[in-house]
């Protein structure tokens, strides 16, 4: 595959995304990266078998095998290490997704800089239950009742959280 290279103005156009400040539409989450050529090393993360994800070696691979074997087989992996080009990708799409409007999509989708997901936190989800895993739905699942007993599990985005990020109780905090 040829690659081209990026235009001048495209170059610029990313750059813009990943180095605005989020806070003038009400995104107050910290920023996770700070440069937009930070790369994932790809000997620092695992695929974790029939998820199509991957996860971080270390702490964030211990506390999900951990969580699977307190909660059950029918937890899984439904979104793990994103790189700064994927999380770009993501939130563009949810952008396009709203019409544009910002304040809205950060509420779902962090801008590119400012995903955990790119550094450690991870999200779960029911097997089978499909895109209910991303709604409040999941929170009445047992698989997240049993979640909810674990001592060692920390929620990223609870009820009314200062990020300006909506609930999620599928997102599993890890640093
Ligand atoms: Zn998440």
């Given at each position: 595959m040829v690659l081209k290279l990026l235009q001048k103005k495209e170059l610029e156009f990313l750059e813009s995304i990943f180095y605005y400040d989020p806070k003038y539409h009400g995104f107050y989450g910290q920023?996770?990266?700070?440069?937009?050529?930070q790369r994932i090393n790809k000997n620092e993360v695992i695929k974790i078998p029939n998820t199509g994800h991957y996860l971080f070696k270390g702490e964030p691979e211990k506390i999900y095998y951990k969580m699977i074997g307190d909660v059950g087989e029918s937890l899984t992996l439904t979104s793990g290490v994103r790189s700064i080009v994927k999380q770009t990708k993501l939130f563009l799409d949810k952008i396009d997704s709203v019409d544009g409007n910002l304040s809205v999509a950060s509420k779902s989708l962090a801008p590119p800089a400012y995903t955990y997901h790119s550094i450690a936190d991870f999200d779960v989800g029911k097997k089978g239950f499909g895109f209910a895993n991303f709604t409040p739905r999941f929170a009445l699942t047992e698989e997240f009742l049993k979640m909810r007993k674990l001592k060692y599990i920390d929620m990223?985005?609870?009820?009314?959280?200062?990020?300006?990020?909506?609930?999620?109780?599928?997102h599993v905090k890890v640093i």
């Open positions: 920023q996770v990266s700070q440069k937009i050529t990223r985005y609870t009820i009314n959280n200062k990020d300006g990020v909506r609930y999620e109780p599928w």
